[in-house]
């Protein structure tokens, strides 16, 4: 049955934040931006929850984000550390860190990208988050190729190297083997460099053929 914000203005919010995660990782990103600012208007109306209310603004921040309105993201995020910062919520801070790392990335501040990457990998790491400390680090390398620093680049990629396997975001799995790719193409040099890219392939086929595996 549909909760009705007069009832249960609690309930509501925490459905229309899984609403605007699910529309956003969908690409309805104007949907999930809707679904957050309904939550953010429901939940501004109480001050008892902060960690709800940082939620949401993080995911209208990211609504925002992917359609190009960056200084509105950036905005909503800084709201979302506030509220965060009131909750406690240590994990969902890193979430913020890392997605602020991806605007200042678009906006071509990459030493700025890089440095936060690698705070919220830490946090990420720290709490056992693989998914996000992989994600993480795979935006951390493409920056450091952005800064012309190829073998900081592959030392980052080489921290997340024994973890795809583990992973359950088969998002984050794409992401870090493209990046991957890039890395080793960008420090193949001679026959060292060869070996390391074909090392690579092999493992990759190691990757699919167990995952193939696992969906059968």
Do not use: C
Request: proline share 2%; no cysteine; charged share 25%.
């Amino acid at each position: 049955a549909e909760v009705s914000a007069e009832s249960d203005l609690v309930l509501r919010a925490r459905v229309l934040n899984g609403l605007g995660v699910v529309e956003i990782r969908e690409d309805r990103n104007s949907d999930g931006e809707r679904d957050f600012d309904e939550a953010i208007d429901l939940l501004e109306k109480r001050h008892d929850q902060p960690a709800l209310l940082g939620q949401a603004y993080t995911g209208r921040a990211v609504a925002f984000a992917s359609q190009g309105h960056l200084d509105l993201a950036t905005a909503d995020f800084s709201r979302a550390r506030i509220a965060l910062q009131l909750a406690g919520d240590t994990l969902a801070l890193g979430r913020v860190e890392a997605n602020e790392a991806v605007v200042d990335g678009k906006r071509g501040h990459y030493a700025e990208a890089l440095a936060g990457d690698l705070r919220a990998a830490q946090r990420f790491q720290r709490f056992g988050a693989l998914n996000e400390q992989v994600s993480t680090l795979t935006n951390a390398a493409e920056a450091q190729l952005m800064l012309l620093r190829p073998a900081d680049a592959l030392a980052t990629s080489e921290r997340s190297w024994p973890l795809p396997g583990r992973l359950e975001d088969p998002i984050a799995i794409h992401n870090y083997l493209a990046q991957r790719t890039q890395v080793l193409l960008a420090n193949s040099t001679g026959l060292g460099g060869s070996l390391t890219l074909l090392a690579y392939v092999n493992m990759v086929g190691v990757l699919l053929a167990s995952w193939m595996a696992f969906d059968a």
